[in-house]
């Protein structure tokens, strides 16, 4: 722009000093921070810290629970992502055809999203209630179960409903963003494969999904990382258990650093994620330059 | 002619979208209906799916105590968070969308990396900062850890929103002798209130939404937002006192769902500019 | 409509950060207590109570209350501690006793308190809040952890409500035969005992006494664990019998547990004093705690050895080190303790122990109270701290852990094995 370099310096640093600063200090000195935490003893119960090496990641990788957590929260977070994502586009699709009316639906369903986590896992709590609970009620009035199911008692199906719970909250912002992708598909396109006689269903498999997919695998991937900090439901709905069944990676990191206090341990928790992420990070990007080549 | 031309197919595709539409729905409407019911009706047999006797007893029950209190803290800590994170995300975004330096890509890739970043192991550091600082049990605590998970998103949905807009606009401006500050303040915020709104009320949500730092970084009612509120104080007392329960989660959600029903349209608008296009 | 919504927020930016401005100090003295106590409103009036007599007696010096829900009280207790923040007094469970002075945090009693209030207090609770050598809490409400059963039931079952189980033996079968009991009239199945079992350190507390009925323990004497070893992993077995045969419901937490056996659904739960106020304001009054009523209590079952040994989840009363007015602070807890009116005001109140000085609890009203004086007779037999050691808390979620594993089907003698490899864990760290 018309700015001179001095002035354009000055202004742009301005611009920026308020994020940088509040990232700086907030978000890369205590990653770093933790980081180094995690090769020492350090809580609040003791009154000296010491570097301890290893130790915390010989514990942790030695310990059968952690990998328990790591296993459950990539089983729960994966198929709740995935099934959100299959049924929000789904729904996008039907939306996207132009049916009349279909904005009540779209605007009704979308209104989930905002549901706070605190009011939708008390709400779960009440409808997975093994006692009196509708989900139970409506089973075995339909004659699925013969027995009222104690869903937070049994892993498998605490499971389930940690999974039911975050599809729930999850679907309406999928199905937005999949309908956001269909209508940026330029109309002609698709005209011109219908005029050559394409079924609706090969439409989709060879134009619609092919130009949607990367956007929606990205956000479907934004979505799973964002799910991995989410305690909400585990924290108050089940404390995580039975046994380690819902406790995901964050709530056990969480558990160790507030309530048993070791800082250290819950660092290297913290750590081993990151190091989890990069991993995954570095391979997703292999693939995708793969592609495109 | 997009949709589907015989009538049958038409009407299977309405009943679809209208079974989706009551699966999605059913939860919400469950928990109002146990709401608004006496304590007898809950454990009816068989249950009643609208109240026989409709009654406010439960509003009643749960907004005695400091439900109020909490309501009001979770207002303010979303308010200064909007601000704080909209102002300062505002700023950045606007940097990197019009003045791209080296490395500005970088910048922003590591924006939307943070969103990525363990928050437990961020909160230990945090924690004992704000120890230090004499933050903890404070809403700046809470402003400021709030800001922190939303800023990146800010600046994405915000950058995406301002590569939007003309630039001929500004450079006329910058022609006619405006500052660059007066530029920004007078001719670009003002063009950018759907975005604006957007990651506003974006902000707005999650801070409402947020629970690990309330339950983390306060240590009393007077400062306690709504969803830690809720699971130490209501939870403990209202156990198995469905009606309460229901009522407590219904007026947790009614404020919410008012601000987004009404700012709906630039809210989709804005952040599908952001997530398409990024 | 952006412009006035921004300055909306304005606004309510504004008012936060004059909410957000610490308060000026005052010439005066506050102390300031943290706890639950005024949190109940059925307390409330014997709290006021005191809060205003002392003040009354010490002019100048205000109370100042800061209220926490019991189960957040040991975390928010830390946060305040670790932000330099501490409260002059806190409320606190003596089990979080060794976290806090881990911390240290708590400042020592000797001094403070009169010696003849500290000696006026059961020895067990001495014994067990003294750390290398100083006393550093005061045992405010004793609580003895009892066993408290359905007169009803056990009487359906074909046993006699007026000599309820003496030994463990006899109490597993009595859990049994009313486990027997067919369903009520509402189609809902009968619990010969309601156990906590949730996924909460809480459940693993709690099983101690279990574990000490059938001769086992944690950690002996000499400091080794032992929960591996034959007697415990019997105790854990018995556990995952009475659970997965439903006799005892599956993961339920202190709620629940005492839902099932307040609808008359359980023949056995164990509880402390608080026992008889949930009962009346659970059963609205429809049953009554007594002798020859709905519910009535005894000392907890004894083991193979004949002795009794219980835990007891006491509420004590802590100084903290930061506190600058040491001394005041304790005027006020000896005044809450030892103070008649308020000791009756609180009992009126609460309808438990409202302090441990034992000439007030066997005299007056309390001392005519037979269901006060099963709790005084057990507290010899109970450990308010069963083990001195910060992580205290995670080994008792071990156990806690360990009780789920054996619900989904897991070996006991291993799953007691790793319990007891991680607890050394703990006591190492």
Redesign the interface.
Known sequence: MILNKRARFVFVSFLLLPSVLLVAVFIIYPLANGVRLSFTNASPLRPLTRYIGLENYIKLLSDSTFWEVLYNSVLIIGVSTALSLVVGFLLALALNTGLRGTWVFRTAIFQVWVVPWIAATILWGWLFNSEYGIINYTLQQTGLTAEPLSWLARPALAQLVMILGFVWRTIPFMMVVSLAALQGIPQELLEAAAIDGASYLKRLRFVTIPLVRNVLLTVGLLQAVRMFQEITMPWVLTQGGPVNATTTLSLHAYKLAFQRWEFGLSSAVGTLWLVFLLVFAVIYMKLLVRERE | M???RNVAG?IL??V???F??IA??F??G??LS?AFKPASE??AF??TWIPANPTFEAFRGAITGPLARFFLNS???A??T??LAT???A??A??LS??P?RGSQSLLL??L???????????????????QL?L?????AL???H??IT?PIV?WLLKSFFDTLP?EV??AA??DGAG??HTLIRIVFPMS?PG??AS?IFIF?TS??E??FGL??????ELRP??AG????F??EF??R?PE??A???I??IP??AL??FF?RQF?QG??VG??KG | MIKRVSSVLLLCLIVSLLVAAPVPAQEEITLRFMGWIGLFEFYVPAWEYMIEEFEARHPGVTIEYIGTPFEETLNQATVAILGNNAPDIIQAVASWTPQLNAMGALASLDGLIDPEVIENTPEAARAALTYDGSLKALEWVPAPIVMVYNRNLLEEAGLDPDSPPQTWEEFVDAVERICALPAREDGSSVFGVSLRTARHPNSGHWSLPVIWGFGGDLINEAGEVVVDEEPAVNAFEWYKNVVTSGCSPEGFGVQESRNVFMQGRAGFIFEGPWVRGLVNSLTEGEWTVAPDGDVWLAPMPAGPDGSRRMISNSHVLVISEQSPHKELAAEFIQFITTDLEAVNQYYEVSDQLSTAQLDLLTSGAMGEDEYVQIFVDAMANADPVPVQHPQWDAMADVLSLSLQQLFQGADTAETLRNAASEIEQLLAS
Do not use: C, D, K
């Open positions: 997009r949709y589907p038409r595709l309405y679809a979208i209208l989706s539409l999605m729905l939860p919400i469950w928990m146990t809950v454990f068989p249950p207002f303010i800590v308010a200064g909007t601000l102002f300062s995300g700023l950045a606007y940097a019009r003045f330096f590591f924006f990396a943070s969103l990525a970043f363990p928050l437990p192991l961020l909160m230990i550091s945090m924690y004992m900062m704000f120890a004499r903890l049990n404070s809403f700046w402003i400021i850890g800001t922190v800023l600046v630039r500004e450079e910058y022609i660059p500050f209130r604006l709104a506003s949500v409402w939404n629970f690990m983390t970084f306060t240590s009393s009612n709504l969803p809720i699971s130490l104080v939870l403990q156990q198995y469905w329960m229901m407590v989660a219904t947790a959600t919410i769902l987004f029903l709906q989709i952040l599908t997530a398409v």
